[in-house]
């Protein structure tokens, strides 16, 4: 099935779901999105750690669902296929780890790629246009080499003397190829990016920055805190400003030497822990970017001490973009109004060079970043094509 059609039957599925996030006992509800049809004689369980086993309602051959007692809200466990109990696997057949349930409020959603007796076919290249993957190595500031992954605009083999603006977008693995991406759904950046140029003329070039897999939560986040339901209450995190400096004087500069870019500061996108991140940036070090899309961001981290984070006094800002989905949980608006009140303490104003945008029915989740990446590189790439 190609991508598009693939990422448009997860949409219509994820806005089709009741908003209903817990019944009348305040069970949370656990929605199970299959990548592959099971049989009609299988089924899906929910197998908690230290609790029962919770078989899910067939909605169809794709979709299970069912409601977790509040009891075991701050267990964790793992999804398996029945009868047999066949635990999931990722694409490279890799055990997924147990799945914490967050006590917040909304539902939890759960794309398994495939099961242990069922590995997945190695998928094909999905990538639209050319995508260039590089190693950053001895950067001082993140262990090891770090992959980036180049989307070069259809113009730049075409034009040897045109320059262009440059997106990094966090997450990387995320941005290009569902092969790679978690859960199996990207952010569609490569088509989304290529309906732009061909379109709109609004072309440059896309760094996909990879995370650093254990460590994502320390990269992308500016001091220690927990996650909320996770039996595991040790303080981590804390890591952005070294990561910070890994984009600046590590990735950029290979960038910049490598390729033909404008010279203009880049644009920075980020979602969930990375739109965290990218908040934190505009806040702290608003000089850093032209621009900076913060997507979903996670404001609950380390309670909401984003929100008393001390303001950098600089008048060069970044054009910005914030956004949340309104089926992100409870409490998702009412955090994002404590950020763009933050924002708006430095200066910003909502017009020309900052936008505030609730998205109706909008999830945390790579397809729905994907739905509205349009406008947000529309906004960010303003002027500067």
């Given amino acids: 099935m190609p991508k598009s059609l693939r990422y448009l039957l997860i949409l219509g599925l994820l806005l089709s ?10 069970d949370r509800l656990v929605t199970v999105s299959l990548k592959d049809a099971i049989g009609a004689h299988e ?17 169809s051959d794709t979709l299970f669902q069912g409601y977790v007692s509040s009891q075991f809200l701050e267990r964790t466990f793992i999804v398996k296929r029945v009868p047999g109990k066949v635990p999931e ?27 242990q007796d069922r590995l997945p076919q190695a998928q094909e290249g999905t990538v639209t246009g050319t995508v260039v993957e590089h190693l950053i190595e001895n950067s001082p500031y993140v262990p090891g080499p770090r992959k980036i992954r180049v989307w070069l605009p259809p113009s730049y083999g075409e034009d040897s003397e045109r320059v262009y603006p440059v997106v990094y977008m966090l997450d990387g693995q995320n941005v290009y190829n569902p092969a790679l991406s978690f859960g199996g759904v990207d952010w569609c950046c490569d ?17 996909g920055v990879d995370n650093g897999c254990g460590r994502r939560l320390h990269e992308y986040t500016f001091c220690k805190g927990t996650i909320p339901g996770s039996q595991d209450q040790t303080p ?3 890591g952005a400003a070294e990561h910070l400096k890994f984009l600046l004087e590590s990735v950029d500069p290979f960038v910049r030497a490598n390729y033909r870019t404008n010279g203009e500061k880049a644009t920075l996108v980020g979602s969930s822990l990375g739109g965290l991140f990218g908040l934190w940036t505009a806040l702290t070090h608003p000089d850093a970017f032209a621009a900076i899309g ?14 008393d984070v001390p ?6 800002r970044p054009r910005l973009w914030m956004d949340i989905g309104t089926k992100e949980g409870e409490n998702s608006v009412h955090n994002l109004w404590s950020a763009y009140c933050q924002v708006k303490d430095l200066g910003w104003q909502e017009g020309d060079d900052f936008r505030c945008a609730v998205i109706p029915n909008g999830t945390h989740h790579e ?3 994907a739905f509205r990446l349009a406008a947000i590189l529309r906004f960010t790439l303003a002027g500067r094509r």
């Fill in 17 to 26: 779901v009741s908003s209903a996030y817990a019944n009348d006992h305040g």
């Fill in 43 to 59: 089924g899906v369980v929910i197998s908690m750690t230290g609790g029962p086993d919770i078989l899910l309602e067939r909605q």
């Fill in 89 to 115: 696997v990722g694409y490279r057949g890799q055990g997924i780890p147990l799945r914490a349930v967050a006590p917040s409020a909304g539902p939890h959603w759960i794309f398994p790629i495939a099961w």
């Fill in 191 to 207: 088509e989304v990016a290529n309906k732009l140029a061909q379109d709109e003329d609004i072309e440059a070039i896309y760094v």
């Fill in 236 to 238: 981590k995190g804390g």
């Fill in 294 to 307: 913060v997507i979903s961001p996670s404001v609950w981290w380390a309670d909401k001490a984003i929100v």
């Fill in 311 to 316: 303001l950098a006094d600089h008048e060069e």
């Fill in 367 to 369: 397809s729905a970043w």
